[in-house]
Nanobody, 129 residues
Framework: QVLLRESGGGSVQSGGSLRLACRAS????????LGWFRQGPGKQREAVAG???????AYVDSVRGRFTISQDNAKGTVYLQLDSLKPEDTGTYYC???????????????????????WGIGTQVTVSS
């Protein structure tokens, strides 16, 4: 029912910017929280940012002030603007959808929920020094 696909990854120098997009096939206001997660080389997957159908957002401390999550409900797309990128931001970025009956953005930012309705296949972000 929910299909996600990420895009917008690439390679940039430290301090550069990228904009990621997550297109949701079944995006519906009041239905899902959309979150961004990432997994760096040799690291566990971690939460980055989340947004709910009302526009409430949450960020992990390490990206606060540098990353911005937003959504276009008409397009069924969630964006993650990455600014002031650091080499530590390198990794595969995934989006995930979780029913709002089971989570909130604040809970989602703590980590992947036990039940995720959909995961995207990821987009690669590489930041060089």
């Amino acid at each position: 029912q929910v299909l996600l696909r990420e895009s917008g990854g690439g390679s940039v120098q430290s301090g550069g910017s990228l904009r990621l997009a997550c297109r949701a096939s079944a995006y519906m206001g009041g239905g899902y929280c959309l979150g961004w997660f990432r997994q760096g080389p040799g690291k566990q997957r971690e939460a980055v940012a989340g947004i709910d159908s009302n526009g409430n957002t949450a960020y992990v401390d390490s990206v606060r002030g540098r990353f911005t999550i937003s959504q276009d409900n008409a397009k069924g797309t969630v964006y993650l603007q990455l600014d002031s990128l650091k080499p530590e931001d390198t990794g595969t970025y995934y989006c995930a959808a979780v029913s709002e009956t089971r989570t909130t953005v604040n809970r989602m930012i703590l980590g992947p929920p036990a039940r995720v309705d959909a995961w995207g296949i990821g987009t690669q972000v590489t930041v060089s020094s």
